[in-house]
């Protein structure tokens, strides 16, 4: 995915000597150009994975001191039936929708890629939700499901279906908060897909409509495989996301209503910041991120063995 | 386009596209428009049934509200200091790093770049807790002594939220990519007439970056303004709340503020939009380029 090519920038430079005194005080500048970022690189993202994995197995409350408890807390994590129940909704809440991504934003990409006048307008619209915090989304969409005074509902009455207590119930709970993160989602994937179309060269149609080609024929045997490595990519990011779903389900449903929201990332926050368990959570953080890291390696094992690296 | 015949059939095409197209248009900007109206309304009209779709009276009482009720100025300012700071850090910070990177030779370049990209695939989670820890036992600040026991260290500063973030590893990619389109001659010229290391950075290569530098500010602005799960673990103190937390403070017991609430979620989501409406070419160039989501 990021190639980072070994080539040195080839300048011209002078005779042996002055040279490598150029280039030390070169390779001394640099140095001292990376130092804060490769400092901080240390102290907030090397350092912390060292820690977490350190702390997964002990016990830490902050107040008493760290106490070694071996394999104790993984020991446990099989037998938490909230964070099975974490893990579980993210991965219902990911079978739901990474497809329904991948459906919307490819339609609505192949149809602003379609020439025709005001195409740069939806797209515009298309793109808006994408800049608001999830935040104030989910707080105005959780004042859009309300049961009676919601527009939601009010909509769906208007065609004759009386709709449901849409955050009150576990039925429908993480509906709703597939609904809004699609919502919120989709401008972003649209643009990559737009940008995957237009790197699908026009003779291809052009001499499969000359070959007597379907639209529904040249969607399935052009636009379809030249779109792989750009669909991969949104299953992929879209994947890695829901894994981590936090945001919506903290200020939409807290968790609720019973356990049906709960999320993976839920479940660390609450058991690290409102229980001080910190050692456990860290343990659930790392299988956690092992279970992303899994998930990366395998999609781009995958993506490579597909032949399109 | 220009060869389109008007046959029925592609008129009925056209028309159904187009219906659809609207239909999408109307489902994305149904949240902001109800947002909108809500807050303009007067609370007896927020509940009404049936719905309101058009509001009968305008009111700005739960704009005043929402500032009153709520510190919900204060709120706003840290936010926007925190989300500047984050903007400035990263783009110093980014492209230096990101210039080293790309255009000086030194020892263990490309490792010491894989290493910081590495950090784009250890998901947050992980970190939360080790960096919380961090945070509040970094030594000789906030009361704490030297082996960082005793006070609170930075948790309930602006450092808490500007630091860890503070030179990401997709700044310095980024600038990094932008740096390595730049041409070599410059480079030459520059050390011909005898310029510095800093000086080819600061006065020849950096003043063509500004299109990266702007692309690269709005993306961070926009994550610090966003930023939500790390400042609830971070702050406790009600005076650091920053504006994602604010809006979590019109519920009180289950009972929600809806009219000033709206007006807040206006408030928090106008900075953000503003920017895009300005800068939108900026925002969907690189996504496409870089597939970051904003």
């Not at chain 1, 977490?52 to 001191?65: G, H, K, Q, R």
């Not at chain 2, 059939?9 to 489902?27: G, K, S």
């Not at chain 2, 005898?194 to 006065?203: I, Q």
């Not at chain 2, 920053?242 to 807040?264: C, E, I, K, R, W």
Request: aromatic share 14%; glycine share 8%; charged share 10%.
């Amino acid at each position: 995915m990021l190639h980072s090519s070994s080539a040195a920038p080839t300048r011209a430079a002078g005779p042996p000597a002055r040279r490598s005194r150029l280039l030390r005080h070169e390779a001394r500048m640099a140095y001292v150009f990376i130092t804060p970022a490769m400092a901080l690189f240390l102290v907030f993202t090397l350092l912390p994975a060292v820690i977490a994995f350190f702390l997964s197995f002990t016990d830490y409350d902050i107040l008493t001191p760290i106490r070694w408890v071996g394999l104790a807390n993984y020991q446990r994590l099989l037998t938490d039936e909230l964070f099975r129940r974490g893990v579980l909704n993210v991965g219902f809440y990911a079978l739901l929708y990474v497809p329904l991504m991948i459906a919307l934003s490819l339609s609505l990409g192949l149809a602003l890629n379609r020439r025709r006048p005001g195409m740069a307008l939806f797209r515009t619209l298309f793109y808006l939700p994408a800049v608001t915090s999830s935040i104030a989304a989910a707080t105005v969409w959780s004042w859009m499901f309300q049961k009676d005074y919601g527009v939601v509902n009010q909509a769906l009455g208007t065609v004759g279906i009386a709709g449901p207590n849409w955050l009150a119930s576990s039925d429908t709970a993480m509906y709703a908060i597939v609904i809004v993160t699609l919502w919120q989602g989709l401008g972003s994937n649209i643009i990559i897909y737009l940008a995957g179309l237009s790197g699908v060269p026009g003779y291809l149609y052009e001499a499969a409509a000359l070959d007597g080609a379907s639209p529904l024929q040249q969607f399935r045997y052009i636009t379809l495989p030249a779109l792989r490595t750009t669909t991969f990519f949104v299953v992929f990011m879209s994947l890695i996301g829901a894994f981590q779903l936090f945001d919506q389900a903290y200020v939409m449903t807290q968790g609720g209503p019973g356990y049906a929201t709960t999320t993976a990332v839920y479940q660390i926050y609450s058991n690290g910041f409102t229980q001080l368990r910190m050692g456990y959570a860290s343990a659930q953080a790392f299988v956690l991120a092992v279970a992303i890291l899994c998930v990366s390696l395998l999609s781009m094992r995958l993506n490579r063995d597909s032949g399109l690296g | 386009m220009r060869n389109l015949k008007w046959t029925p059939w592609v008129i009925v095409r056209e028309t159904l596209f187009y219906a659809m197209l609207v239909f999408v248009a109307a489902v994305m900007a149904l949240p902001f428009y109800w947002m909108v109206v809500t807050s303009l309304k007067p609370d007896a009209d927020i509940f009404s049934d049936p719905i309101r779709w058009w509001p009968q009276r305008v009111t700005f009482e739960h704009y005043v509200q929402a500032f009153t009720v709520v510190p919900f100025a204060r709120y706003f300012w840290n936010s926007t200091v925190m989300a500047l700071l984050g903007v400035v850090a990263n783009l110093i910070l980014g492209s230096l790093a990101g210039y080293a990177f790309a255009r000086m030779r030194f020892r263990g370049r490309e490792g010491l770049f894989r290493m910081k990209l590495a950090s784009l695939l250890i998901p947050g989670v992980v970190t939360l807790i080790p960096t919380f820890i961090i945070l509040r036992s970094f030594p000789l600040i906030g009361g704490n002594d030297v082996l960082g026991h005793g006070g609170h260290g930075l948790l309930n500063t602006y450092w808490a939220i500007v630091l860890p973030g503070a030179a990401g590893a997709f700044a310095v990619f980024f600038m990094r990519q932008f740096f390595r389109t730049l041409p070599d001659d410059l480079m030459d010229a520059a050390r011909v007439d005898g310029a510095s290391e800093w000086r080819t950075f600061w006065n020849i290569y950096l003043p063509l970056c500004g299109p990266a530098l702007a692309t690269l500010g709005i993306f961070t602005f926009q994550a610090g303004w966003n930023v939500f799960l790390w400042a609830l673990i971070v702050f406790n103190d009600p005076k650091m709340s920053t504006v994602q937390m604010g809006l979590q403070s019109f519920s009180f017991n289950h009972q929600t503020d809806y009219g000033p609430l709206m007006a807040a979620s206006v408030v928090v989501s106008l900075p953000v939009l503003i920017v895009f409406l300005f800068a939108q070419r900026y925002f969907t160039q690189s996504i496409s380029f870089t597939g970051v989501k904003g």
